[in-house]
């Protein structure tokens, strides 16, 4: 089991690099082999998603505002391949391959407007080849749709977080009653908009996104803004969006006290429905396949998750899960490579991306 990962030492510098578990062994008390870095990459500052290509190598976008974009060959001579930004754009922590794997789409921003964009990038050299709005601000995470057009021209969804930040200041947010998160649905190869949906609650930002196995419902984790501070703690974490609808899930009344508080670090698609890593709430919250909630599985400092086959992997603080939704989950320790390290909102499956059904379906 190998796991592409971003993470930040207790040193404090951050870095990149393969993952590798022995899923299925233990001692009989929950105990497996140790979670260790195959590989690593130092990098100059934080990295977020990560994009594993079929070749092997993995693509890094850095956290926003980001200023760097990197393909690395893990367990080769061969150098890294660096892209930096020249000021006018930055990076905002994710990147996706086309289907065919000849180009990189990333979510960037415009450092004069503030407006989001998805970036077209060439795979081999990560030069910008075309640019499309987003029709928003804050783009986080965007995965293609596992529906295309009538004519098999593939679609992109796009999570517009929404919260106004200014260039010099970063990551401060400001405004936020000015906020306007969505997610939109753009033509694959013209970025032509077609389709945009809104929560109600606009303080709702929506962030993450997975879909479920059959490819007909995207959940979104959330991240609340609200200025009261009952009313952010209280806030769901979990929206769906089902083509045509986007609505928040059930919010956990039957959460530990405190609530989940309104943090959606992460998610992935279960057998059983949803998971959404919850680091706040020292936990991942599990909920059935329509939003309902279900239970809340302790991990101190929780937030990448990745399915294999049927089990749920979560990265905490210093342990990670294995089958982390049965009562019977793995306990992988951190090997000492990886003591103190403090692992970032996402790890994947290396060894190529995940794959996309595809079926026709009516623009809306």
């Not at 009562?327 to 190529?352: C, F, K, V």
Request: glycine residues 12%.
């Amino acid at each position: 089991m190998r796991l592409a990962a971003a993470w930040q030492q207790d040193d404090g510098g951050y870095r990149i690099g393969v993952l590798e578990a022995r899923p299925g062994h233990g001692d009989g008390n929950g105990n497996a082999p140790p979670l260790r870095a195959l590989h690593m990459l130092e990098i100059p500052t934080r990295a977020h998603g990560l994009c594993p290509l079929s070749d092997g190598s993995i693509v890094a976008a850095s956290r926003r505002p980001g200023d760097w974009l990197v393909r690395w060959w893990p367990g080769t001579g061969r150098d890294p391949l660096w892209q930096w930004s020249d000021g006018s754009r930055s990076f905002n922590g994710h990147v996706i391959a086309s289907p065919d794997g000849r180009r990189l789409y990333a979510t960037e921003t415009d450092a004069d407007t503030g407006r989001s964009l998805i970036v077209v990038r060439d795979v081999e050299q990560l030069e910008p080849l075309q640019e499309w709005p987003t029709q928003g601000i804050d783009a986080h995470e965007l995965l293609w749709d596992r529906r295309t057009l009538a004519d098999d021209t593939p679609t992109l969804i796009v999570a517009n977080g929404g919260v106004p930040t200014a260039p010099e200041t970063g990551r401060v947010k400001r405004a936020l009653d000015t906020m306007d998160s969505s997610v939109v649905r753009l033509h694959g190869q013209t970025g032509d908009l077609l389709g945009q949906w809104r929560l109600q609650d606009q303080r709702l930002s929506l962030r993450h996104m997975a879909w479920n196995a059959p490819g007909t419902v995207l959940g979104i984790a959330l991240q609340a803004e609200h200025g009261d501070p009952d009313e952010r703690q209280a806030a769901p974490v979990l929206a769906l969006f089902d083509g045509s609808t986007l609505r928040p899930a059930e919010a956990a009344s039957s959460a530990p006290s405190g609530g989940l508080r309104g943090y959606g670090g992460s998610i992935a698609a279960t057998p059983e429905g949803w998971a959404v890593s919850c680091p706040r709430a020292q936990g991942i919250a599990l909920f059935g396949p329509q939003g309902e909630w279900q239970r809340l599985v302790p991990l101190r400092e929780v937030c990448a998750l990745a399915v294999r086959g049927t089990a749920l992997w979560a990265a905490g603080q210093d342990h990670s899960l294995e089958d982390a939704r049965s009562a019977r989950a793995r306990i992988h320790p951190h090997a000492p490579a990886l003591s103190g390290a403090r692992i970032d909102n996402h790890w994947y499956t290396a060894g190529g991306g995940p794959t996309r059904t595809v079926e026709p379906f009516s623009e809306r």
